[in-house]
């Protein structure tokens, strides 16, 4: 059974701010985009599970998420990729991440060495603007939870972004001998 035109109305407006996600997920274009295409084709696969009375936004990111970790599952089985060594290889391809999200390079970076379980409740709660409780339904985790994270997510990124994480001095600050 085909999806109602609605629905597919509604999912095509939703895939800017799927792909955004992605992106923010995997940091790189091709993948993202396997992602998104997973995504929708599962979205449509079980549409008629959809309930009306849902966002549409929210339930098509928890399938993108749940993708996301099934990847993640399959890739750890095959082999591991240094995010370091990842975004280098992209710098030296040209290729620049924070052009589809609009992010700084070094929000970026910082973000991409951010563990998953942090980042992926941070940029639900700041880039896709969704309220802790949407937050929490689409990765199957308490609200409680989903604060503490952002929280200790948000923390940790102003020290990656400061500095201070280096054990070095915090950018903007000297040291008085």
């Given at each position: 059974m085909a999806a109602d035109d609605v629905f597919r109305q509604q999912l095509l407006g939703a895939i800017p701010?799927?792909?955004?996600?992605?992106?923010?997920l995997v940091f790189d274009g091709p993948a993202a985009d396997d992602l998104v295409q997973t995504t929708l084709e599962r979205a449509l696969a079980h549409w008629h599970q959809f309930d009306q009375r849902r966002d549409l936004l929210v339930w098509v990111l928890s399938i993108a998420h749940n993708a996301h970790l099934d990847q993640r599952r399959r890739d750890a089985r095959l082999s591991v990729v240094d995010p370091e060594r990842a975004s280098a290889d992209?710098?030296?391809?040209?290729?620049?991440?924070?052009?589809?999200?609009?992010?700084?390079?070094?929000?970026?970076?910082?973000?991409?060495?951010?563990?998953?379980?942090?980042?992926?409740?941070?940029?639900?709660?700041?880039?896709?603007?969704?309220t802790y409780a949407?937050?929490?339904?689409?990765?199957?985790?308490?609200?409680?939870?989903?604060?503490?994270?952002?929280?200790?997510?948000?923390?940790?990124?102003?020290?990656?972004?400061?500095?201070?994480?280096?054990?070095?001095?915090?950018?903007?600050?000297?040291?008085?001998?």
């Open positions: 701010r799927l792909r955004r996600y992605a992106r923010s992209q710098d030296a391809q040209g290729g620049d991440p924070g052009v589809d999200v609009g992010l700084r390079l070094d929000l970026v970076h910082a973000l991409s060495r951010l563990p998953p379980e942090q980042r992926e409740p941070l940029l639900l709660v700041s880039v896709e603007q969704l949407e937050c929490a339904e689409v990765l199957r985790i308490p609200v409680g939870t989903v604060m503490s994270r952002v929280s200790r997510a948000r923390t940790v990124l102003r020290q990656f972004l400061d500095g201070s994480d280096r054990g070095g001095t915090p950018r903007g600050l000297r040291r008085v001998v």
